[in-house]
């Protein structure tokens, strides 16, 4: 490397000397401590830029073991995610301040009931069959190297006609379902903030608000102006002032919340009181017991942690994710 620097003002007998960065080269009349001056000014710059690019790359991918579970841990600037690899769904979610969102135990845990464990995680996406922790069968690959910094990180899960990937970016996750075997829905079962309680809520992209104790059912509809093309919930927890953003492309499917004693039962694609056809080829043994009413393939999901927990702020957040993290899409008839 060869840095020239000009000083018309001085003349000297010496016009270069060795540097960490190269030869610096004094052009007519230029003191020595002004080019040593200039040959740091010039690796500061590029220290600067490394770190830069450390910074930017962000995202880091590890495997773990989490309560006997074999995990991709991947860890963001504002949120770890535990991705179990063969149930393909997360055991843990922790926003930056080290908050539980999903707190799922494995059956046989030391806890009362599926309520407090086994029944928890995100997407769960179809009961008995694929995305849910604590499931078997899925086979989780990564191609990107562990343990080093890097701007994305992607998993890959299959299972028979199963199969979805997960890209972690600075500020959010996306799940992309390219396949599957039928049916299927995005639950949110979980811990907002460590604990299910009275004053957590429930914001829609509509703008209602509702206590997480209150059930209610209906398609999620977007009339905020923000985050146009898509339907989006948040659970917000006023302790830990922020809220876990779900976002999903639009639709006219219906969807559904309840509180399960200790945790959350939210689905996009989810209802309590399906179509009398299905209820009845439920009844013959004809249909799964419990099947999700998502079918559009490609299908998306967010997962993303906005800071403040009023529909402002919780907006203008799902405004921007969405904006880079979903591609466009028509709304069915």
Known sequence: MSVVYRDAGHDLKRNSFQSAWGTVHLKSAQTPIRAIRGALILALAVIFSALSQVATAAVYITEVTNQGIPCFRIETPTATYLYDKAGAGFVSIVDRAGREWIGFRPLGSAVPDGRYGWYRGLPNMAVDQFGHPGYEGATTKT???????????????????????????????????????????????????????????????????????????????????????????????????????????????????????????????????????????????????????????????VVSFAEGTDFRSIARHADRIATMALRPKEKPD
């Open 143 to 301: 191609a990107d190297p562990k343990g080093v910094p890097l701007e994305t990180a992607s998993v890959r899960s299959t299972n028979g006609d199963w199969d979805v990937s997960w890209d972690f970016f600075s500020t959010f996750a996306r799940l992309t379902v390219h396949s599957t075997e039928g049916g299927f829905w995005f639950l949110y079962e979980g811990t907002p903030g460590g604990a299910l309680d009275e004053a957590d809520m429930c914001w829609r992209s509509d703008g209602f608000a509702s206590s997480c104790a209150d059930a209610w059912e209906g398609d999620v509809v977007n009339t905020s102006g923000m985050a146009a093309g898509t339907e989006w919930v948040a659970f917000a927890d006023a302790e830990a002032e922020r809220a876990l953003v779900l976002i999903h492309p639009d639709d006219a499917i219906a969807d559904t919340y309840f509180p399960l004693k200790a945790m959350t039962v939210f689905g996009f694609g989810r209802t309590t009181e399906p179509p009398l056809l299905t209820r009845v080829l439920r009844r013959l043994g004809l249909l799964p017991q419990y099947i999700g009413l998502l079918e559009r393939l490609p299908e998306e999901l």
